[in-house]
């Protein structure tokens, strides 16, 4: 249907974060999104639905089409191998950064480090343009036990207060990337719903600026 409106948007903290954005420009659920098992969502405008999935598959629906627009990670687009997406919109909520951690005084001066992460293609990227040859080790989740059980020496992982790391003994080492999440959209979109996309662009473009006015006002 060319006139619905589909937003994939990532589940968990993204999505907590996302939904006062969305309703300062009139997108509001009507299932629970808590609550509710149903991965699309209607809203309270007819033809704008919800879908609610992984934060990495966020930009394959929006590439293919399948959501007109997303709302992701910077830390997956980095890793996203794709060229049909804008990026028009930096949200500024779920903001971490992408660092290098490890234990302290962690192995260096080593000849060739093992790094643990699930941001392989970030991680090669960073040490290659430092000239520096490690070997990645690609995992899927709680990269902060590596180190620990001495699976890799470092991690590359996101970090936000560095309580998970300090927790592990762990600390942060070099600074990769500032992260927040973005607006996506797919090409074709841009083009076939040109208005609708627009107008939705500007009034969450909008939404972000009220919400940094209000942050900076308290
Ligand atoms: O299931 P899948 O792997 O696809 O996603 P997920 O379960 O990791 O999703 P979720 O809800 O955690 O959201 C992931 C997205 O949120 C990331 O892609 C980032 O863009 C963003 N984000 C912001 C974060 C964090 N902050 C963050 N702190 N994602 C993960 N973390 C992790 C961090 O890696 C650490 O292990 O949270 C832990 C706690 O962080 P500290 O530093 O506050 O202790
Ligand atoms: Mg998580």
Redesign the pocket.
Known sequence: MTNTITIAV?????FKDALPLLAASGIVPIDDPVTSRKLVLDTNQDDVKLVII???DVPTYVEYGAADMGI?????LLEYEGEGLYEPLDLEI???RLMLAGPPAAARGQTRLRIAT?YVKCTRRYFAEQGKQVEIIKL??S??LAPLVRLADLIV?????????KANGLEPLEHIAD?S?RLIVNKASMKMKHARVNAFVRSMAEAVAQRRAGAQSQ
Not at 157 to 164: I, Y
């Open positions: 990532s589940k968990g903290r993204i992984r934060a990495s992701t990670g910077k830390d997956v779920a903001r971490c699930k899927y989740g990269m902060e992982d996101v970090v936000d207060t560095g309580n998970t790391l992260i999440s």
